[in-house]
């Protein structure tokens, strides 16, 4: 799986302590090696939100991402439950 990120997201990532980076870099190497492993708890989004999809990096924090094509997401936002408050 190919990723990009958003400016937002880099922001948002850049705000998260040391410990917390490390374990959303962990998520998204995963993620990148198998998209549907069960620990990241791949989930499409619903409502407003309809075109886009959220894994988990841990209990509290979520990454928010949109498909590009098949093999490529753009990753838009990390954090708590927040992320899905538009």
């Not at 799986?1 to 948002?12: G, N, R």
């Not at 998260?16 to 549907?36: A, G, N, Q, T, Y």
């Amino acid at each position: 799986m190919k990723v990009a990120y958003l400016p937002i997201f880099v922001k948002q990532y850049k705000k998260l302590p040391e410990p917390l980076r490390l374990e959303v870099l962990e998520k998204i190497d995963l993620f990148k090696k198998d998209p549907k492993h069960p620990f990241l708890k791949v989930h499409k989004l619903k409502g407003s939100l309809a075109d886009r999809w959220s894994f988990s990096v841990n209990y509290e924090y979520r990454i928010m991402f949109a498909y590009i094509s098949k093999d490529e997401v753009v990753l838009m936002n990390v954090g708590n439950h927040d992320i899905y408050k538009n």
